[in-house]
């Protein structure tokens, strides 16, 4: 059994920055690929980003491009996003997910385990 605690959130000003980390443990880390989504309040969850399990393909959502980067160290069981010039609509909690695969996915349904969630909020 996977296990994902998600850290990093908190409130944030608009063109601010925060790192999400998600840390895995129970399970094969290396051999899954990790994804980010998030859903804000009143909306379905939505795709963030996507990595694959070597960490060399990656794939984010066209609303977070240029802003937010996904990336994993495989040596320390750990998923991370970096967020970069933050907007008042990237308001959500944020999921990291693992699937039991090693290719990347942007559908939720594709994975197995989730964290419980870290709530970014950005507001002036």
């Known amino acids: 059994q996977v296990q994902l605690v998600e850290s990093g959130g908190g409130l944030v000003q608009p063109g601010g920055s925060l790192r999400l980390s998600c840390a895995a443990s129970?399970?094969?880390?290396?051999?899954?690929?990790m994804g980010w989504f998030r859903q804000a309040p009143g909306k379905e969850r939505e795709f963030v980003a996507t990595?694959?399990?070597?960490?060399?393909?990656?794939l984010n959502a066209d609303s977070v491009k240029g802003r937010f980067t996904i990336s994993r160290d495989n040596a320390k069981n750990t998923l991370y996003l970096q967020m970069n010039n933050l907007k008042p609509e990237d308001t959500a909690v944020y999921y990291c997910?693992?699937?039991?695969?090693?290719?990347?996915?942007?559908?939720?349904?594709?994975?197995?385990?989730w964290g419980q969630g870290t709530q970014v909020t950005v507001s002036s």
């Open positions: 129970g399970g094969t880390f290396s051999g899954s690929a």
């Open positions: 997910a693992a699937r039991s695969s090693t290719d990347y996915s942007i559908y939720d349904f594709a994975y197995i385990y």
């Open positions: 990595i694959n399990w070597g960490g060399y393909r990656t």
